[in-house]
C-alpha cells in the first residue's frame, strides 16, 4: 500500500521570506501523480500544485514549486515570498495513475508571521 | 458557477444512530469521492461513485455505504454510529474518471456524543 509522511507537523515562516515543506512517499508503481493541498480553517481542501511523476521538470505554480526527487521518494513543496493568506494545514497527497484514490500524508500546519 | 456543495454544514448524533450526509458535485461532474478527516489527520479514502457504480472503496467497515443518484449527486450513510466517527467528511468531484483534478467540498463536520 501506499504510503506518504509529512514529518514537520508545524511550520512557520516571516512574511515574504521562503519555505520548504517536505514529503516522502513510498510506492512500487512508476506512474502516479503527487499534489500539495492547502486546507486553510474554512476547511475546504484547494490544490496548490500538481507533479506527474513521468515529467521530470519540476512543477511551478506562481510563488509555489516543487521538488520532485523521484528515485528518493520526495515531493517538497516551496513557497516564495510567503504571504499572510498562506496560513493554513497543508497535505501532502499521492495518487496511482488510473486509480482516483488519494492518500494523504498527515499535514503540516504553516503559520506567517507578519 | 457552484463548487462542490455538502450539507449539513455540521451536526450532532448520538452513539448507535445513523446518518445521511449529502453532496452536490459541480454541474457536469460524474464522480463523487469521499473521505473521512479525523480531527489531526490527513483524509482518508471511504468510496468513489461513477456514474451510479461504485468505483472503489477504501478500508471501512460495512457500516459505511453510499450511492449516487442519476444527477450524480451522492448520500453516505453512516449506521450504528461510534465515537470514533466523529470527523469532518470531505466530497471531492471530477469530471470523469480516473482524473487528477478532483475539487472538494466544504465538508460536514459530524459529533458523536
Known amino acids: 500500500a501506499q504510503t506518504v509522511t509529512q514529518s514537520q507537523p508545524e511550520m512557520s515562516v516571516q512574511e515574504a521570506e521562503t519555505v520548504t515543506l517536505s514529503c516522502t512517499y513510498d510506492?512500487?508503481?512508476?506512474?502516479?501523480?503527487l499534489f500539495w493541498y492547502k486546507q486553510p480553517p474554512s476547511r475546504q481542501m484547494i490544490l496548490v500544485i500538481r507533479?506527474?511523476?513521468?515529467?521530470?521538470q519540476n512543477a511551478t505554480e506562481n510563488r509555489f514549486s516543487v521538488n520532485f526527487q523521484k528515485a528518493a521518494k520526495s515531493f517538497s513543496l516551496k513557497i516564495s515570498d510567503s504571504q499572510l493568506g498562506d496560513a493554513a494545514m497543508y497535505f501532502c497527497?499521492?495518487?496511482?495513475?488510473?486509480?482516483?484514490?488519494?492518500?494523504f500524508g498527515t499535514g503540516t500546519r504553516l503559520t506567517i508571521i507578519p | 458557477d457552484a463548487g462542490v456543495t455538502q450539507s449539513p454544514t455540521h451536526l450532532i448524533k448520538t452513539r448507535g444512530q445513523h446518518v445521511t450526509l449529502r453532496c452536490s458535485p459541480i454541474?457536469?461532474?460524474?464522480?463523487v469521492s469521499w473521505y473521512q478527516q479525523v480531527l489531526g489527520q490527513g483524509p482518508q479514502f471511504i468510496f468513489q461513485?461513477?456514474?451510479?457504480?461504485?468505483?472503489g472503496r477504501g478500508n471501512f467497515p460495512d457500516r459505511f455505504s453510499a450511492r449516487q443518484f442519476p444527477n450524480y449527486s451522492s448520500e453516505l450513510n453512516v449506521n450504528a454510529l461510534l465515537l470514533g466517527d466523529s470527523a469532518l467528511y470531505l466530497c471531492?468531484?471530477?469530471?470523469?474518471?480516473?482524473?487528477?483534478?478532483?475539487?472538494f467540498g466544504p465538508g460536514t463536520r459530524l459529533t458523536v456524543t
Open positions: 471531492a468531484s471530477s469530471l470523469v474518471t480516473p482524473s487528477y483534478e478532483q475539487y
Open positions: 510506492t512500487s508503481e512508476s506512474d502516479y501523480y
Open positions: 507533479q506527474e511523476a513521468y515529467k521530470q
Open positions: 454541474s457536469g461532474h460524474k464522480s
Open positions: 461513485y461513477y456514474e451510479k457504480e461504485e468505483r
Open positions: 497527497a499521492y495518487m496511482d495513475f488510473g486509480n482516483e484514490k488519494l492518500t
